[in-house]
């Protein structure tokens, strides 16, 4: 079956603009998460929705970051005012429970100008 | 703090020749401990997983980890590797129940023919 697909592959945008990142799980996954990949480090846990509420948003580093999950299936993650430092590879994971393995998108590649 | 470690930033290893990747964490509990592997325009795969029971895992592709709890490693293993095993190792950890992986820094992955 199809895995988790992401949506832009790359997003080139300018400083103050605003950006919307998509997730499509896989079916039937109740679990998603979305993580945040800088060069040369490893993916850093940003949110987790188990079905359509935010279960834990810890991870998010201000309040310029929001995710939703509206019907338990797709997810956007929402970035306002971006931020050079806001460049990085966007990762969504899903998977069928809490402790199933976590399946991973290709990413979203976000360039902030 | 809570943290991982892997050590080594890169590895060359030659193709036939074993391989054995670090991964330390610091955490007051034992955690949930997983390897993850990333190739170049891929997402990430999930190698194998710890959650309790016998401290010897076998996962896919041949590869293996060891937990060992007196010296807070869980080290990735494999006898002999191929061409296509050149790629971005990561060790990742949960000590929440759901997932909420935390990363070390990778080791990129080598082969030499």
């Known amino acids: 079956g199809a895995g988790v697909s992401q949506t832009p592959s790359n997003k080139v945008t300018e400083k103050g603009k605003y950006v919307e990142l998509r997730c499509d799980p896989i079916?039937?996954?109740?679990?998603l998460y979305w993580y945040r990949q800088s060069l040369g480090q490893g993916p850093e846990f940003l949110i987790y929705?188990?079905?359509?509420?935010?279960?834990?948003d810890s991870g998010l580093p201000n309040d310029r970051f929001f995710a939703v999950r509206p019907e338990g299936s797709v997810s956007t993650l929402k970035i306002q005012r971006t931020e050079r430092g806001d460049s990085a590879v966007y990762l969504c994971?899903?998977?069928?429970?809490?402790?199933?393995?976590?399946?991973f998108g290709p990413g979203t590649r976000l360039t902030v100008l | 703090a809570q943290s991982v470690t892997q050590p080594d930033i890169h590895i060359t290893v030659s193709e036939g020749a074993s391989l054995e990747l670090r991964c330390n964490y610091s955490y007051g509990a034992t955690p949930y401990l997983f390897w993850y592997v990333q190739s170049p325009g891929q997402g990430l795969q999930l190698l194998l997983k710890y959650f309790s029971g016998d401290t010897l895992v076998q996962g896919i592709k041949g590869f293996e980890a060891e937990f060992k709890r007196s010296q807070s490693s869980f080290n990735l293993r494999k006898p002999s590797v191929h061409w296509s095993d050149a790629a971005e190792y990561f060790c990742a950890v949960d000590n929440t129940g759901f997932q909420k992986l935390v990363f070390g820094t990778g080791t990129r992955l080598l082969v030499s023919p």
């Open positions: 929705f188990q079905g359509t509420g935010a279960a834990d």
């Open positions: 994971a899903s998977s069928m429970g809490l402790t199933d393995t976590q399946y």
């Open positions: 079916s039937g996954h109740t679990a």
